[in-house]
């Protein structure tokens, strides 16, 4: 039921950074192999990769990524066409495709860091799996392991564990931001969102609704005897009252599968909590319902309309007063009828 948070990841920011330099990698060696006057194969290849990298970062911005899996695929193919392109350089491009004297050394050093770049992004973005996709590809077509011994040996693994290493703390970093965001905008008893987030999902949610052109509501709540528990049963019930009521409202609020869309709930203070409500013109038929589960509590409502917070909240506040002394006063009645009947 919770919207979604508005922060973009780490991880995510990381990917588009990865698209964006991808782009100006491959405009760089196109743009280079042009003005050197390469081969046609040269500018071929270049201008491939460059193409593939753009189609990448127009995917990453325009398709909204639900999970992490299918933008792994995308990338760590895209850095195996890239170890493909350079295969093929060096087995097809002449060497005066690389320097003017056609040195053989140069072409294998430029093409050899180039692959050693790929390894490193399969770390960061493919975990550990993706570094080993990148040293096969890397050991079996790029380098010539009749070399002797030497620091290109080893280098490729180095760049592989730090790409490992990128990766971890970027999940881990992640992690550390979800339950930071967690602890600033939900209540940790029940688990709604809090008060702090009710300013930002407000202004939220009533643009949206005037964007779709459809009412809001924002309805009160309070629960009846929660004072009275605490005093009776002690503060461990008053806890489960809460609980048991947020429960029965999360059950009762509509869910969409954009979290755009959703109604939103909150608990701002001790049995006091606040639910909003697109496309909703007034609240019975959901009083109703968490009545069903959840007797002991009153509510009121409000049409969001133009209002600014404060406003709803205090207007949602009286009608949740009003409501809350008709019961009182249905419950003496019938308390007093029992009474006389008896």
């Not at 192999?33 to 081969?39: D, H, K, N, Q, T």
């Not at 495709?97 to 050394?105: F, H, K, L, Q, V």
């Not at 600033?184 to 202004?203: F, K, M, P, S, W």
Request: charge should be neutral.
């Amino acid at each position: 039921m919770n919207p979604s948070l508005t922060r973009t990841n780490v991880w995510t920011v990381a990917v588009r950074n990865y698209w964006w330099g991808s782009s100006l990698i491959g405009l760089y060696f196109a743009g280079a192999f042009w003005l050197w006057g390469a081969s046609k194969g040269a500018l071929f290849s270049s201008g491939l990769f460059l193409l593939i990298s753009l189609v990448g970062l127009a995917v990453q911005y325009r398709v909204n990524w639900k999970q992490r899996w299918p933008r792994v695929v995308l990338i760590v193919g895209h850095l195996l066409i890239g170890q493909v392109i350079l295969v093929w350089q060096k087995a097809h491009l002449a060497l005066t495709d690389y320097t003017a004297s056609g040195n053989p050394a140069m072409r294998d050093l430029l093409i050899y860091l180039t692959s050693q770049i790929a390894v490193g992004a399969m770390g960061i973005f493919g975990g550990v799996w993706g570094a080993l996709v990148g040293l096969s590809m890397h050991y079996a077509f790029i380098f010539n392991v009749h070399e002797e011994y030497s620091l290109k040996w080893i280098f490729p693994g180095i760049m592989a564990i730090a790409g490992c290493i990128v990766s971890m703390a970027f999940w881990r970093l992640d992690q550390a931001y979800e339950k930071l965001e967690a602890l600033a905008n939900q209540d940790h008893l029940t688990g709604l969102l809090n008060r702090h987030r009710l300013v930002i999902e407000y202004e939220r949610l009533q643009a949206l609704a005037k964007e779709m052109g459809q009412p809001l509501l924002l309805m009160a709540w309070d629960l009846d005897g929660l004072k009275q528990i605490n005093d009776q049963q002690g503060h461990a019930a008053g806890d489960d009252h809460i609980r048991n009521f947020a429960s029965a409202l999360q059950a009762n609020v509509r869910k969409s599968s954009d979290s755009r869309y959703g109604d939103a709930a909150f608990r701002v203070g001790g049995d006091e909590f606040i639910s909003m409500h697109l496309q909703a013109h007034d609240g019975v038929k959901l009083l109703e319902r968490v009545h069903e589960s959840c007797p002991s509590v009153s509510a009121g409502w409000v049409q969001c309309h133009a209002l600014t917070l404060d406003q709803a909240l205090t207007r949602a506040d009286k009608a949740l007063y009003a409501s809350k002394d008709c019961r009182k006063q249905t419950l003496s009645l019938a308390a007093s009828s029992a009474g006389s009947g008896s």
